[in-house]
Each structure stands twice: as structure tokens, then as C-alpha cells.
């Protein structure tokens, strides 16, 4: 089908393309609220569905059979829906079972598509670390496979886990955002690179796949630029990595070493920092945070070597390919897969789908 405009159309008159535009939004945003409520819809029926089999199989005492009697039913009752499979019927179970508050289910979890809740049933038993990925896949707009991912990377454990000084250097409500903010350890693993890589290569191939880095960095970071120019006195000096934190408001310098932590490696963090503040960042702006990546450290030598800087600062370990275990290697999305998901899909269309 040709994209050209008809011959018999005349030309837009005056504001006819923003209004276009806006009317544009309009249906999109239509279209999202109808597929959330198609999916708050559906996600309050499969908890429903999965309660009453839970409550007649405790007080009534059927069996496991008559989820496949219920399956046979249900299909034959509505041919044109997907969704009553025997597995999916026993997923509902689960899920009632998992989330017993039904207020909690309509007003939280139902902004989740079934198949994220699949996720989360399969891979994390316990109920608050459930929870919390839950909460930050609404928070985050995560797609289903993103959210896989970052479960089999273990977010959680990550989040929060660098050594930083910010409890001492930043006011209370910034210390513990910047501090959730960063992980230790990150994981490199998508560049495809062995701990044999060196600074400048790990450094090149973050910048090439700056969409995945941005995702392990986490949500807030935007990437300003690599090797940046400080002019210091007419010497001139170049950050390896700057980034800008949208919700705490300050630029963000990341220094790669390919080594070891030293003590020695604040010195220079810290000269940057005071650079940023003092060339690149606006009235507006916090102080800016520096963020040291290692290939290893000796927390009691980062905690020591952060005692006494004012600046704030954290330092995390990176972990390439080989640092990762085996099952966790095979385990991980590709760059492409990931890719595709940042770049969109709709699962409200699958949420009828058979589990």
C-alpha cells in the first residue's frame, strides 16, 4: 500500500498538522487506557477464577481433576477466548494463593499484564522480593522480558549495594536516593567482553551500547557524553563517563579502572567532581556524584579511602563475561533481544493468549 498522499487531497491548511499531531496523542492515550482496563479486567477474573478453585478444593474437598473438567468446560462455554488451558487455570490458583488481598490485586497488581505475573510466580518464591519487582516493574514500564532479566540478575541484591560516603556528604533525602540508585555489582556482560578488556575498550563498547548500559545504570540516568573536555588552568582533562540523574539533579562522573580499587583512584574522582561543579553544572544543579567502577575491591579499603572525602562518592565492581556464573551467562537475554524489547511491543496483546 503506497504511503504517497492522494492526488485528490489538497494541502493542510494552517494548523492542521499540530492539531494532527495532538489528535494523534489523543487516540494513543485512548488506546492505553482501554488495554489498561482490558488487562485490570482480566487480571481481577483470573484472581477471582483462582480463589473460588482454592476455596471449593479446601472446603468442599475437590481434586486436582477438576481443574481439567473446568478447563474442558470453560473452552467449550467460550471457543473464541484463550486462556482456560489446564496450566493456565492452575496459574490463577497461584496467584490467588500468592496475593490474598483483593484489594491489594485490584488497585496494584492489576496494572501488571498476566504474563508478568507469570514471571514473578515462576521465579521468586518469596512474597516480599515478589513485592518489590512488582513494584518497580509498574514504576519502570518494564516489558515482560525485561523483567525476567532483571530478576535472573538479581536486581535487588545489586540495588543499593555500592560502597558510597553519601550518608555524610548528602542531605537525608538525597543520600538515600543516590544510594538506591547505584548497584554493586554491575553487570557487563552484554559488551561481550573477558576481564582481560582494558579501560579504553570496556569504555568504547559501553558508549556502543549505550541503550543496554542505560538500563543497568537504572532509571533517571541520561547519558551526556564520553572522554569529556575539562580545561583546568590551560590543561586540559577528560572524564570517562558523564551522565546526568534526572531525579537527583546532578551530573553523575563514572571512572572505569580496569584493576583492583586503590585509594589513590578518589584523588582523581574527586578533581573531576570539583571541575563539573565548578565549569559544567548550573545554579540549579546538586553537587554532582562520582562513581568509581572497579574490576575488584576490598570493601574495607573503599570504606577507609571514603572516610574522609566530602565530595560524594561510591565505588562499585563491574563483572564481564567470564565473572559471570555459567548458568547466569546462558541464562542472560542477547543485545539484540534486549534491543528489541526498549524498543517496544505491546503486551496488553497477549494478554489473552494461552499460558
Not at 560502597?163 to 543520600?175: C, H, R
Not at 531525579?247 to 562522573?253: A, E, G, I, S
Request: charged share 25%; aromatic share 10%; net charge negative.
Amino acid at each position: 500500500m503506497s504511503n504517497e498522499r492522494p492526488a485528490s487531497l489538497n494541502p493542510p491548511p494552517s494548523g492542521y498538522a499540530e492539531w494532527l499531531i495532538e489528535l494523534k496523542q489523543r487516540i494513543h492515550t485512548a488506546r492505553q487506557r482501554a488495554a489498561l482496563a482490558v488487562n485490570r479486567e482480566l487480571v481481577g477474573l483470573y484472581w477471582s477464577i483462582g480463589s473460588e478453585i482454592l476455596m471449593r478444593q479446601a472446603e468442599q474437598g475437590w481434586g486436582a481433576k477438576v481443574i481439567d473438567r473446568l478447563a474442558h468446560d470453560l473452552r467449550t462455554a467460550f471457543p473464541e477466548m484463550k486462556g482456560f488451558s489446564p496450566r493456565n487455570l492452575k496459574y490463577m490458583r497461584a496467584f490467588a494463593e500468592a496475593w490474598p488481598d483483593a484489594e491489594f490485586v485490584q488497585g496494584v497488581l492489576a496494572q501488571l499484564p498476566w504474563y508478568h505475573h507469570l514471571a514473578l510466580l515462576d521465579k521468586l518464591p518469596n512474597p516480599e522480593t515478589r513485592r518489590w519487582y512488582a513494584a518497580k516493574a509498574i514504576e519502570h514500564n518494564w516489558s515482560r522480558n525485561i523483567l525476567v532479566m532483571q530478576i535472573e540478575t538479581r536486581l535487588l541484591e545489586r540495588s543499593g549495594a555500592a560502597v558510597t560516603n553519601f550518608e555524610a556528604s548528602l542531605p537525608k533525602v538525597q543520600s538515600d536516593l543516590a544510594r538506591e540508585s547505584l548497584k554493586d555489582p554491575y553487570r557487563f556482560d552484554f559488551l561481550g567482553l573477558t576481564d582481560e578488556a582494558q579501560e579504553r575498550e570496556i569504555e568504547n563498547a559501553l558508549v556502543k551500547h549505550v541503550t543496554e548500559f542505560l538500563l543497568e545504570l537504572g532509571a533517571g540516568f541520561a547519558f551526556v557524553g564520553r572522554q569529556v573536555l575539562l580545561d583546568v588552568g590551560g590543561d586540559e582533562f577528560f572524564i570517562d563517563l558523564l551522565f546526568y540523574h534526572l531525579k537527583l539533579r546532578c551530573y553523575v562522573v563514572i571512572e572505569l579502572k580496569a584493576g583492583k580499587f586503590m585509594p589513590e583512584h578518589l584523588g582523581q574522582l574527586g578533581f573531576y567532581l570539583t571541575a563539573v561543579d565548578r565549569k559544567v553544572k548550573s545554579e540549579h544543579d546538586n553537587p554532582s556524584i562520582g562513581l568509581l567502577l572497579c574490576k575488584s575491591k576490598n570493601k574495607v579499603v573503599a570504606e577507609y579511602a571514603l572516610g574522609d572525602k566530602s565530595q560524594p562518592m561510591g565505588i562499585a565492581e563491574y563483572k564481564l563475561l567470564d565473572s559471570l556464573p555459567a548458568e547466569l551467562q546462558t541464562s542472560l537475554p542477547s543485545i539484540e533481544q534486549i534491543e528489541q524489547e526498549l524498543a517496544g511491543g505491546d503486551d496488553f496483546a497477549q494478554e489473552d493468549e494461552e499460558a
